[in-house]
């Protein structure tokens, strides 16, 4: 899958099979390519099996919510394949940009089964399946919708995060083209929101998470409901498992039946920086606090201090400012905004000048109160973690650039550092 913040997470193939995949695919869809597609062909489905498959998460940031995919087997014809939503490269152009804005385009992709386990293998990830208890027109309708979506002008979608992945788009093909009714069987108190969810699976990976943090606004904190958490991969298999097929006044179960191809190993979070969010984030306002006492026993101002802090603000307030045109509908209102501004960078010059000369600028003022309207947020969004000592800082350096707060710290106006 994928997060964005990043918050995304889909699979990486490193072969490049595309020929092939096309030349495996017309073996599945021969026979029906000769016949009337509202009448079902004469072929033995007894032997064909179709499952959805549930990956692990990988060490990659894309790849921390895991994956989902479909089996199609036919032994007769020879044929185990993994039809797999999540095709993207990050050789195309403004990959970044794109996915940030929420204008990612990603594909339908057909590989040999066999290639696409190997390389879970290779990257210590488990792989669970669930053969689905399918009567043989649904195992064909499935296969004939595969074969819709394959088609060139059809297999290419614009991605979205949490409303259209690979698993969403995997579960849609399934349920759609089963001929009763798929019920679910959620709780009445199955209630999350996509930034909780997330976080189940980021926890060990805590600069991702702050980074997906940063970028999920309130729609991200919204509660959602039990098909909206079907984005992820594992809650799409959880899901899977305790639903039933009803038809003609007779129930199924949708899974037939539940086995690990990978089991899961133990492995070893190795996230590089040693501290985490919060813990930065406090020694920036320690830093910024014994800053302030200097400036106090020396009667100076460091205003380069104030440069850069504020600047980073403006730096992070500018790709904030951003995510508001993007297509994502969760990361468009984002009160971290309030602290994060672009405006300290855009009249960084100004800001500069008068803070050399020991006098105040307009702007510190409403910069304040938009930090406090920010602490006021947290009833509203739940920010990233060590946001709030972050703003503490920005507040601090705020007040001590104000004249009222040069007065009652007796800052000597002639003198700076």
Same mark, same amino acid.
């Given at each position: ?20 995949? =096309? ?19 004469? =072929? ?88 689905? %208890? ?30 259209? %992945? ?45 980074? %997906? ?34 038809? %003609? ?68 307030? =500018? ?70 000592? =972050? ?27």
């Amino acid at each position: 899958m994928g997060n964005i913040s990043y918050f995304c997470i889909v699979k990486r193939f490193k072969y490049n099979l595309r020929w092939c995949w =096309v030349l495996i695919f017309m073996l599945l869809t021969t026979a029906l390519k000769g016949q009337d597609r509202n009448a079902l062909p004469k =072929v033995n489905t007894d032997s064909i099996k179709i499952s959805l498959l549930t990956c692990g998460p990988g060490s990659e940031v894309y790849s921390l919510y895991g994956h989902t995919a479909i089996r199609f087997q036919d032994p007769q014809r020879g044929q185990d394949l993994a039809i797999n939503y999540g095709m993207f490269s990050f050789r195309q152009k403004f990959f970044i940009l794109r996915f940030i804005f929420g204008l990612t385009d990603y594909e339908m992709g057909i590989i040999p089964f066999q290639d696409f386990l190997q390389e879970y293998k290779d990257e210590h990830r488990w792989v669970i399946e669930q053969d689905l %208890n399918l009567t043989g027109e649904e195992k064909l309708n499935i296969a004939r919708a595969i074969d819709e979506n394959y088609i060139p002008e059809n297999r290419v979608y614009r991605y979205n995060y949490f409303y259209d %992945n690979c698993t969403t788009r995997a579960r849609d093909l399934l349920i759609h083209h089963v001929n009763g009714r798929v019920d679910f069987h959620q709780g009445t108190d199955a209630t999350t929101s996509y930034r909780e969810m997330t976080h189940q699976w980021n926890r060990e990976h805590l600069w991702a998470r702050f980074g %997906n943090d940063i970028l999920l606004g309130v729609k991200a904190d919204s509660k959602t409901s039990f098909a909206q958490q079907q984005f992820l991969p594992d809650s799409l298999r959880k899901a899977f498992a305790k639903a039933t097929i009803t038809e %003609n006044g007779k129930i199924k179960p949708f899974v037939d039946s539940t086995f690990y191809l990978i089991r899961p190993q133990e492995i070893t979070n190795t996230e590089g920086f040693p501290l985490s969010p919060r813990e930065c984030s406090l020694i920036l306002l320690a830093f910024t606090v014994i800053i302030t006492c200097c400036e106090i026993r020396k009667k100076c101002r460091f205003w380069i201090y104030d440069l850069v802090l504020f600047a980073s603000a403006g730096i992070a307030g =500018v790709i904030l400012t951003a995510m508001i045109f993007s297509q994502h509908p969760t990361v468009s209102l984002n009160l971290q905004i309030l602290a994060l501004n672009p405006f300290p960078l855009l009249l960084i010059y100004p800001i500069w000048k008068r803070l050399k000369d020991g006098q105040g600028y307009w702007f510190i003022n409403v910069w304040i109160l938009l930090i406090f309207l920010f602490f006021v947020g947290n009833l509203f969004q739940e920010y990233a973690e060590g946001m709030n000592f =972050v703003a503490c800082s920005l507040l601090l350096r705020c007040l001590t650039a104000t004249p009222k707060g040069r007065n009652i710290l007796k800052l000597n106006r002639n003198k700076h550092e």
